[in-house]
């Protein structure tokens, strides 16, 4: 009895550490291809010629995700984006900032103009007023852009909370330098590594490429160079964490771009919710996902195929999570 009781103790301490139990999302206002950031994504598709870029059907799949994670009990904040100046990916706030659960607040340099025409104070604002986040540090990175250096938040920074381990593909929007000043600051070890989709181009951001979660890494182990494998998979095993590789093709449909949430059930009381689309979902075996769903209380999988399709990012990217200090 004593040693169930402690290992309960020890999951619901490590879940408290590693999932957040707020967001920030912002509602498109302007959705669309957008032809400058596709030179470094290539999970964006172009739309055909004439077609409809999509604004409304974004909106709708933004609204459906913010009703499923609010029937789960995940705290939402959600900003609406201003229609000037234009932003076709203002819903993926998580590279631009986070809010960490020492009370820091980051903001990111974005490696395309456009871009960064997303940071919004005003946003911060609102996601402290709703929330209660307190911040006590302000670590304003975006000096990089003037040096050419990018690091684009939790898309390109999947952190270990827990461990204090903080992993990163290198690409043009990841930086090296940018990464360790950023895990000098916030006390965390940098572990940074290359990896490509299976034509050999860098992946744009490591978290189209692996999720961690408090009891499990979903990652796709066959984009790391081969030279970087071993060392990375040996950190995330020392981690303690159930490790489910999901392999190319399970990539490819977003399965790398989960998120760990915490709620609260009551007949669970604090419980996790695994966030994934709907594609993601549709990617993964019997087998992988029945080894998924036993590492989390809840599963949500949301249908956000015109946002993964011209944006090139799926519910992970549009969530940026909130640490309550």
Known sequence: MTGSSSES?????????????????????????????????????????????????????????????????????????????????AVFPNNWVSFHPCGTLVLYPMANPSRRLERRQDAVEQVLAETGFKVSHLLDLTYFESDGKHLEGTGSLVLDHVNRVAYACASPRTHPDVVREWARELKFEPVIFNAADRTGVPLYHTNVLMCIGARAVIIAAEAI?????????????AGGREIIDVGYAAMEQFAGNMLELA????????????????????????????????TTDAVLAVPVP????????????????????
């Open 306 to 325: 015109t946002i993964e399709r011209l944006g090139g990012g799926s519910v992970r990217c549009m969530m940026a999570e909130v640490f309550v200090t």
């Open 225 to 237: 160079a081969p030279a970087d494998r071993e060392r990375v998979l040996g950190k995330l095993r």
């Open 9 to 89: 103790a020890a999951v619901s301490d490590r879940s408290a550490q590693q999932c957040a139990d707020a967001v920030l999302m912002v509602r498109p206002a302007a959705f669309g291809f957008n032809a400058e950031t596709a030179a470094s994504n290539t999970f964006q598709k172009q739309p055909a010629a004439g077609a409809d870029e999509g604004a409304a059907t974004a909106r709708a799949e933004f609204d459906g995700l913010k009703r499923a994670l609010e029937s789960e009990g995940v705290r939402v904040v959600a900003v609406e984006d201003t229609r000037v100046p234009l932003k076709p990916d």
């Open 263 to 294: 709620s609260w059930d009551e007949a669970l009381g604090d419980c996790r919710v695994l966030v994934m689309s709907e594609s993601a979902r549709r990617s993964l075996s019997r087998e992988v996902f029945a080894r998924l769903s036993g």
